[in-house]
């Protein structure tokens, strides 16, 4: 078999040609990575029902802040033991429906009653002294008084018998000594008679003196045995208000048959039902614009009262502001004391703002990243300037325009893209 030689022409012509099959094959491939490198990223697909949207309004907008808390009593009076005693009984408990003089429980106290006893026998006894005195007294005065009264009659028959004498002295039938002693012994009675009379009115002083000061040691011993048995009486511990009991004791010191109370230990509290205020926590972020006199509103669980912000605290605890909000509607069948409760406050009305509801991490006065739907079903990342917030709704400063259709779940895991794709979202 003969080998043919190829003609140089031919090789020449297949070298080059595959040569050009390279070249295209190359470009091809550079081009084609050229493209992709230019295209974009594919969106994330996101379940259009898990998600929570809402559109873009202008219109009023109601700031209002939220906070819970619990229904207390507007009149709550804590019942000290006045003495200190041993609780004997306890006859009422925690719920029962008490008036001022209900007794709620009985103490005893051995060294009291022993007290009352010796201040009882003190005061019978100086009201005994005190009657005594007053007889002795008087019987003094009875007998000063016969005694002027027995002067005066001295001295009257002695003027009457210097009379006499003078008269007799005049017609010669009687000495001039004897009418001189007449005269002398009715002057001695005279002064003893004035004499006599201003014992008596001194007399009659000091009697009222010395049973005043009698009468002030029977008060004295009076007012200590009155004090005994107030405190006696105070033994049983009455409710002193019309209410509902609401605790025995409290709960760091519980209150029962047995124990001792120590005078000023708080045994009881009772409350009045019937008037009511909320005590409401508001979160310090939010609390700033409360005011006292705002509009309120409270939900009990079983309906809604009005109210009005009274008292706000001083200075927040824990984060939270304490507010007072006083119920002026009436309240709902089942509302009492303690009732956990949400509180919405007022703040003011904006007129003509655009708003939307407030997204999961959205402050007021603050800017940040939301994604709005385009009409091909996509969320394009928009930054959105916050301005005022409320409760559920927040005011757009700029970004978004009235019509506008925003996602306000929380979207931080597709933080690093600019664009999600919406899956199952209905047709508009």
Known sequence: MVDIAR??????????????????????????TVGVSRLRPAAPSVEWGTLWPDTVRRGPMVREVRGTGTLVPEDTRWIPATTAGRVER????????????????????????????????????????????????????LTQRSSVATVESDYSQAELQAQADGSLLKDGLVSDLTARISRSRADNLQNRFTIEQKRLTMSE?????QIAVQEAEVNRLRAAYDLRRQQLDKLRV??????????????TSPVEVGAQVQAGTSVARVADPQKLKAELRIPETQARDVSIGQIAKVDTRNGF??????????????????????????????????????????????????????????????????????????????TVQLGKSSVNTIEILKGLNPGDRVILSDMSSYDAHDRVRFTGMPSS
Not at 11 to 28: D, E, N, Q, S
Not at 122 to 140: C, K
Not at 240 to 250: D, E, K, N, P, Y
């Open 7 to 32: 003609p140089e022409s031919v090789i020449r012509k297949k070298k080059m040609k595959r040569a050009a099959y390279g070249v295209a094959g190359l470009t091809a491939i550079l081009l084609i």
């Open 90 to 141: 306890i006859l009422l408990r925690s719920g029962a429906i008490v008036e001022p003089d209900s007794i709620i429980m009985e103490l005893s106290n051995p060294e009291l009653e022993q007290q009352a006893v010796e201040a009882r026998l003190q005061f019978e006894s100086a009201q005994a002294q005190l009657l005594n005195r007053q007889a002795e007294l008087e019987s003094n005065l």
């Open 205 to 209: 002083r000091t009697l009222k003196s």
């Open 238 to 251: 009455r409710a002193g208000i019309h209410g509902v009991l609401q605790t025995i004791g409290s709960q």
């Open 305 to 382: 009262v009005d109210g009005k912000v009274s008292r706000i605290d001083a200075a927040p605890v824990n984060g939270t502001l304490a507010i007072d909000v006083r119920l002026e509607g009436e309240l709902p069948r089942g509302a009492r004391p303690d009732l956990t409760v949400d509180g919405t406050v007022e703040l003011e009305r904006l007129e003509n703002v655009i708003h939307m509801g407030r997204p999961a991490f959205g402050q007021e006065n603050s800017t940040i990243s939301v994604f709005k739907v385009t009409p091909d079903g996509e969320g394009l990342r928009t």
